[in-house]
């Protein structure tokens, strides 16, 4: 970053550093670390779990103090004018605290109150928050009853009641679907250009990172580069590809392609694989593949910096085979689902959906948030009954067998259903002792999660310590410790970073070649694409069912001939919108 004058930066961090004991060790968060945010810009901060970007927000908001070096904000020091900086900064953490039994308008008075707004500035500020969060309609609606992406822009404008001149968003993205997501950078956008606001956010979704004016990318404490998104992305010219699968399966030529030599990383994309190889290496012929080159993003040089400094592709667990399929429902299907419906009073969160699920298949389960995605999940689960409708899971009918069902299935919700306060050994304990594992055969289980997982290392640590790839990981075995034949994945990758997202993926093909059945849902849509077949939903309805390929075909339109994922998705949900007031 070129240097601006010194009434230019906001933020300035000069050789930081931060510790914490943790399990009886001494983490470091932070290692020396220094830069500078200018004013009026959107300053992007990257990194894979635990590299310290949420350390770094919290002591620019001066909610921790650095055990060495200096933090200034608009000229203040932080560590000895706490409550100065404080007053000028708006920060709006990942979780951030809603009351939900309080109204929308009740939030922005509530928040109003705490942040000292006099009364007399409060309308014309709530009118301004309301237009541009699209709000306005809703503000005697209870957050409990906001959807998720409503709940973030509700969230975003109780922190800006008082205009700060510097706001940090750590992960505002996390959990919210491409249309709300959409919603909340113009909003981030419309804040810098109408009040000269200055940005300084984290994310872990590298297009969106894309956007941003600069970026500063964090490694285990450390600042590996910090520049424009173009900076970053100009080393990889010429060594960026996209393979088409021309009839191949794409996950096994991933698979393929991520073990030919030269190949630093292969990700599943559009009607191909995506592929960066290492510096130096020639274009050729990887995995009887035919690469064409394409333009690097973002994303390609996050992946090949770490894996250049010895960051590894996950191993992938290797799950033992699925049950036979003599459990099997006739026709193959291993899950099927008629005219199945779920109400709560008069309100239909899910409305007459059908489809079925094959044996091994990978089934993606999209919308927005309040679909009704995670309520079809807890009926398939056997968590919540049906008002209407059939479902058979296993060949069992889940209105008459859903004990013996559940015995089948493995279940990782939205939010990690660990228990913070055991250690990883215990919850793995637990959650074996849940699906009657015990003795000789619960200490093989236990042995293989740490194994295959790789959490040995983190087995006698409390799990809320963990980062959230490691706390994935951990989800995920407990989920696994009685081989079901059935997985279900609540948005299991929500806010972890692209490394994580492989190793994921790497052990969701494993265990799709062993036969297990995965339904997932996502709102990362790229991941849709690994996918053998989606259900796109919306307000409790299927939009659209089919191949990821037939399903973006469908959305051809002028000027956008050859849609992506994320581009089809918003055209059903906006298509959707424009018809329900029409219908109405």
């Known amino acids: 970053m070129s240097p601006g004058a010194a ?13 914490f004991a943790a399990g009886g060790r001494t983490l470091t968060a932070l290692r020396g670390v220094s830069l500078s945010v200018r004013r009026g810009r959107v300053t992007g901060l990257i990194g894979p779990d635990g590299a310290g970007k949420t350390t770094l927000l919290r002591l620019a908001v001066g909610l921790l103090e650095p055990d060495e070096g200096q933090i200034s904000v608009l000229g203040r020091d932080t560590s000895r004018e706490a409550h100065a900086v404080q007053s000028s900064v708006g920060y709006m953490p990942q979780r951030f605290g809603l009351y939900e039994d309080l109204s929308v308008q009740e939030n922005l008075d509530l928040y109003a109150d705490l942040q000292g707004v006099a009364p007399a500035d409060r309308p014309a500020r709530y009118a301004a928050l309301m237009r541009m969060t699209g709000l306005a309609r809703f503000t005697a609606r209870l957050a409990g009853r906001l959807s998720g992406g409503m709940r973030q822009k509700l969230g975003l404008a109780c922190t800006l009641v008082r205009p700060p001149q510097l706001l940090l968003l750590d992960e505002p993205t996390v959990g919210v679907d491409p249309v709300s997501r959409r919603e909340l950078w113009q909003i981030v956008y419309a804040l810098v250009r109408e009040e000269s606001m200055t940005v300084l956010l984290s994310t872990a979704y590298l297009d969106e990172a894309e956007r941003c004016d600069e970026v500063v990318l964090l490694h285990e404490g450390e600042i590996l580069g910090q520049g424009r998104p173009a900076d970053f992305q100009e080393p990889l010219r010429g060594r960026t590809f996209t393979a088409p699968a021309a009839g191949r399966d794409k996950r096994a030529l991933q698979q393929a392609l991520a073990a030919s030599p030269g190949v630093l990383d292969a990700v599943v994309q559009a009607g191909g694989v995506r592929i960066v190889v290492r510096d130096g290496e020639p274009a050729g012929g990887w995995a009887g593949a035919a690469p064409a080159p394409v333009a690097p993003r973002l994303e390609d040089a996050f992946v090949a910096l770490l894996r250049g400094r010895g960051e590894a592709p996950g191993r992938g667990a290797a799950p033992q085979p699925a049950a036979p399929a003599r459990t099997a429902a006739p026709g193959g299907a291993v899950i099927e689902v008629r005219g199945l419906s779920r109400t709560f009073g008069d309100f239909y969160a899910v409305r007459n959906v059908t489809f079925d ?43 008459h067998a859903a004990a013996a069902a559940r015995a089948r299935i493995g279940y990782m919700s939205q939010r990690f259903s660990l228990y913070g306060n055991l250690s990883v050994r215990e919850n793995l304990r637990f959650f074996s002792s849940a699906y009657s594992l015990g003795g000789r055969r619960q200490r093989e289980r236990i042995g293989w999660a740490l194994e295959q997982f790789e959490l040995a290392p983190y087995a006698e640590d409390t799990s809320q310590n963990l980062s959230l790839g490691y706390k994935q990981r951990l989800a995920m075995a407990c989920a696994l410790m009685h081989e079901p034949e059935i997985l279900f994945l609540d948005e299991p990758t929500s806010g972890v970073d692209p490394l994580a997202r492989r190793e994921f993926w790497g052990r969701i093909n494993a265990l799709s070649d062993a036969g297990v059945t995965i339904l997932v849902t996502t709102h990362f849509m790229e991941e849709a ?37 994320e581009e089809a998705f918003i055209s059903l949900i906006e298509d959707r919108g424009r018809r329900a007031p029409a219908a109405a």
């Open 7 to 19: 009434d230019d930066v906001v933020l300035e961090l000069r050789g930081v550093r931060k510790r």
């Open 529 to 565: 694409e690994y996918c053998d077949r989606l259900a796109i939903m919306d307000d409790g309805e299927v939009l659209a069912l089919g191949l990821p390929a037939d399903i973006k075909r469908g959305q051809r339109a002028e000027g956008r001939p050859e849609p992506t994922m």
């Open 357 to 399: 699920v094959g044996r091994g298949e990978v089934f993606g389960l999209l919308g927005p948030n309040g679909a009704g995605k995670s309520t079809t999940f807890r009926m398939l689960c056997g968590l919540l009954p049906a008002s209407a409708g059939t479902l058979r899971v296993a060949g069992l009918d889940l209105r």
